[in-house]
């Protein structure tokens, strides 16, 4: 598949839903080109040219699934973007519009917002606090966003109190942990967005139940490479659904050769051991009932972008960096501490260091990776790659997550 050239920093971040279901995306970017340019931790940006810039880019220059698949995505807009009526030149089934918490309120910005309601536009209000003059933006929302960042129990209850009698949906953002998840969901708060949301809680001391047990064995002998052939085989025959995948998988758009597979040791022999101990490593962490997709698809975007960087960067085996990225969310898929994890299954020095610690070049191409997709563009200013590179391995890794997610669910 032919990927669009950009020349921006974009990545996404998951809304979902209390069942932990993505709802939407919100994106986060930064146009390299521009110095007003700037996307933080805390997901705002301004700009107003720059930001023209990235609507054009990702509008204009690429299809909106190869980043958002067909959920929404969330924009911010500056005052000028809404005054202008920039949100017009998108498409109303795909984005929601969301309005700044910086944005001046007046009867003109109201007006617009209310036309853009009226046509069909769903309005997001970012990082609401309560004043006499965003009193009238309340009735135009569909979705009122609440920072609990550092936020008390008792704090939110407060931010909540002028809402009362408020018809649309809550979302909270920036959830720190478990607890304050948990309360939000019960205090009736629709959506949720957080880092906490993109990196699973690994539960300290958790029974590892028999299944996992299992799991962690065949995972030990797969990474032995000393394996033979006919025991990966016997590997996959033991997981169901299994063979079907590895098959499907093989035989799959972009792997395909023009010779039919249908056979577990011609699928082994066309795909390579290495890439077989990958995809099985991820197939038999699908294989349990309680992992959720979006961390399996979140999983398959970080192996490929590590992949896509390294041959980008010329040096080290794109093979190992898809495999650091495979593992590199094992503890949040087996809720088990990192290092517990590696010793278990006796991977080399090089990759338990950048699995571990960041350390060597698939540790630091690691580090790429996930500072990307947490948006920390800051700390990718000394990768030797243009903005360019950066962003065409993340869509890689997207539209290469697609594929594979479906091959998994069918």
């Known amino acids: 598949m032919s990927l669009p050239l950009i020349k921006i920093l974009l990545a996404r971040q998951g809304i979902y839903n209390k069942n932990g279901s993505v709802h939407a995306y919100e994106l986060l970017y930064r146009d390299g080109d521009a110095q007003t340019a700037h996307v933080d931790n805390l997901n705002s940006f301004s700009g107003d040219s720059a930001t023209s810039s990235v609507i054009a880019q990702l509008f204009s220059n690429m299809d909106m699934n190869s980043i958002i698949g067909n959920k929404r995505a969330f924009i911010n807009f500056t005052r000028n973007h809404l005054l202008d009526e920039v949100p017009l030149l998108l498409p109303k089934s795909r984005i929601v519009v969301e309005v700044l918490e910086t944005v001046t309120v007046d009867q003109r910005l109201i007006v617009n917002l209310e036309a853009l309601s009226q046509l069909g536009y769903e309005i997001a209000l970012d990082d609401f606090i309560f004043h006499e003059e965003t009193r009238p933006l309340i009735d135009i929302a569909n979705i009122i966003k609440i920072d609990i ?3 008390t129990n008792e704090q939110i209850v407060e931010r909540l109190k002028p809402l009362k009698g408020y018809h649309g949906k809550l979302l909270a953002e920036k959830i720190e942990n478990k607890s304050q998840f948990n309360f939000c969901v019960d ?3 629709d959506y949720f967005q957080g880092f906490f949301l993109n990196k699973p809680d690994p539960l ?3 029974v590892i139940t028999e299944n996992r047990v299992h799991l962690l064995k065949l995972l030990a002998e797969l990474n032995d490479h000393d394996v033979p052939l006919g025991r990966v085989e016997e590997i996959i025959l033991q997981i169901p659904k299994l063979s079907y995948r590895i098959l499907r998988l093989s035989n799959s758009a972009s792997l395909y050769t023009g010779k039919k597979i249908d056979s577990l040791m011609d699928a082994i022999s066309q795909l390579g051991l290495v890439q077989i101990r990958n995809w099985i490593s991820l197939l038999l962490l699908a294989s349990l009932d309680d992992v959720a997709p979006d961390l399996l698809e979140r999983t398959l975007i970080r192996a490929k972008m590590c992949e896509s960087l390294v041959r980008k960067l010329g040096s080290g085996n794109p093979l190992q960096a898809y495999t650091v990225g495979i593992l590199s969310t094992l503890d949040g898929i087996l809720n088990e501490p990192m290092g517990s994890l590696l010793a278990k299954i006796h991977l080399s020095d090089t990759l338990n260091d950048a699995l571990l610690y960041q ?22 200013d000394n990768i030797s790659l243009e903005n360019k590179d950066l962003a065409q391995s993340y869509l890689e890794g997207i539209a290469h997550a697609s594929e594979i997610m479906d091959i998994i669910n069918h």
């Open 204 to 206: 300290k001391g958790q």
């Open 149 to 151: 960042l550092n936020q």
């Open 359 to 380: 350390k060597g070049d698939l540790g630091q191409v690691l580090k790429f990776a996930t500072d990307y997709e947490a948006a920390n563009f800051n700390e990718l």
């Open 187 to 189: 205090l009736g708060f």
